[in-house]
């Protein structure tokens, strides 16, 4: 019988190894070749980003595509140091964790109102939030700024945090309403039986059921606010307000460019974003299919 059973065991295991074996069908060469393609396309700039990074300007210009001869270190002192790329980055940290906390529980109280609860005005509520899609931040950017001047917000972190939660909130709005539309209703309504108020059901049923649109609406939030550049360029004076893509243009000059240095703050300005995207990749795909499949 032991004899009977190692032999179908491994028959069995012999037909999962050809079952997990790929068909190399040319259609999929296509794919894999396509792919990785792509995947040269994205990664080549900023390998060679890091590895410019290390060398001098003259290098850069004689051989810009060689290993550096001399890895300069020095480059990333400097840049941290004398584009006060520490006090920059505490500045962007501190704007994009306000808009982001608020966005999320702002935007999730809205599409909770517009995907959950029936009544006459959602449809038209959800149009207005989605008209600030279209809207770009170019044709509202000098009245901001002279309603700013007025009640005294200009120059200000306050006063880059509301732009960032205005235009961030009609895409969170957008993405949550299908994330909570899709949610059981039969949840909600024994929730409701069991004798849930409103508050706890949108506590303690919608938000767990929700948790992968968040992963994916705040990773956009804090990418997006993180680069901004025009909003911060002209509502900040301050350099001690300054956030990080701003004082990255301090190394390019009208007459002459820092170019290692340059490269170098470059490198300390995408850390954090490839930290983030590392930490909470495997819940942004299974958010963006969760929400390709139920929408």
Same mark, same amino acid.
């Given at each position: $019988? %032991?004899?009977?059973?190692?032999m179908t065991n491994g028959s069995a295991g012999k037909q999962k190894k050809e079952k997990q074996k790929i068909r190399w069908t040319p259609t999929l060469v296509l794919i894999y070749v396509f792919l990785i393609l792509m995947m040269v396309i994205y990664l080549a700039p900023l390998l060679w980003t890091f590895m410019v990074s290390f060398k001098s300007n003259a290098e850069i210009f004689t051989s810009p595509f060689a290993l550096p001869k001399v890895i300069q270190l020095g480059n990333y002192i400097v @840049?941290?140091? @004398? !584009?006060?790329? !520490?006090?920059?980055? $505490?500045? %962007?940290?501190?704007?994009? +964790?306000?808009?982001?906390? #608020?966005s999320m529980v702002l935007g999730a109280m809205i599409s909770f109102a517009i995907g959950v609860m029936r009544w006459k005005a959602s449809g038209a509520v959800l149009t207005y939030f989605m008209t600030g $899609? $279209? +809207? &770009?931040?170019?044709?509202? #950017?000098? &009245?901001?700024?002279?309603?700013?001047?007025k009640i005294g917000l200009s120059n200000s972190l306050t006063g880059?945090?509301? &732009?960032? #939660?205005t235009f961030s909130l009609p895409i969170t709005i957008f993405i949550m309403t299908g994330f909570f539309k899709s949610m059981p209703h039969e949840l909600i309504e024994s929730a409701c039986i069991d004798g849930a108020n409103i508050y706890q059901i949108f506590v303690q049923v919608a938000l &767990? #059921? @929700?948790r992968t649109g968040f992963f994916v609406t705040g990773l956009m939030t804090f990418v997006g606010n993180w680069n901004e550049l025009l909003l911060a360029m002209v509502f900040i004076s301050d350099d001690a307000k300054k956030t990080l893509p701003v004082s990255l243009s301090k190394f390019v000059g009208p007459y002459n460019t820092n170019y290692s240095q340059m490269f170098a703050a470059i490198i300390l300005a995408i850390i954090p974003t490839i930290v983030v995207?590392?930490?909470? %990749?495997?819940?942004?795909?299974?958010?963006?299919? @969760?929400?390709?499949?139920? !929408?």
């Open positions: $019988m %032991s004899n009977v059973k190692a @840049a941290w140091t @004398a !584009g006060h790329l !520490g006090t920059a980055t $505490m500045n %962007s940290f501190l704007v994009c +964790i306000v808009t982001l906390i #608020l $899609m $279209m +809207i &770009p931040v170019h044709c509202v #950017l000098i &009245p901001l700024f002279t309603r700013f001047a880059l945090i509301l &732009p960032y #939660l &767990p #059921l @929700a995207y590392c930490c909470f %990749s495997n819940q942004i795909v299974d958010g963006l299919t @969760a929400g390709a499949v139920k !929408g």
